[in-house]
């Protein structure tokens, strides 16, 4: 059994490949790593504005675009004022 197969039902951070971060609940994932997730957020930084958060809803996402998955601690990301964050970008990993 995978060890991500205990965040399940449980709320996470997803770095993708590409640089996109998501966050979500956990709500099933493959023996490849494909993971669902529902109520899902991309949260879009920038240098200049706040963090845009744009509602994806029940989102599937490959395997082998997963860099990093990580649990979010809720009473800490709830705190959080996303409006006046500012953060550059992440870029893509690189092979």
Request: glycine content about 10%; charged content about 25%.
């Amino acid at each position: 059994m995978s060890q991500l197969q205990t965040f399940v039902d449980q709320k996470v951070t997803v770095i993708m490949n590409d640089g996109r971060l998501v966050v979500g609940m956990l709500r099933g994932l493959d023996q490849t790593t494909n993971i669902i997730m529902q109520e899902c957020q991309e949260r879009v930084f920038s240098e200049d504005e706040g963090v845009e958060v744009v509602d994806l809803g029940l989102y599937l996402i490959r395997g082998d675009n997963i860099a990093v998955i990580g649990l979010v601690d809720e009473e800490a990301d709830n705190a959080l004022d996303l409006g006046s964050l500012r953060g550059e970008p992440l870029q893509p990993v690189k092979h």
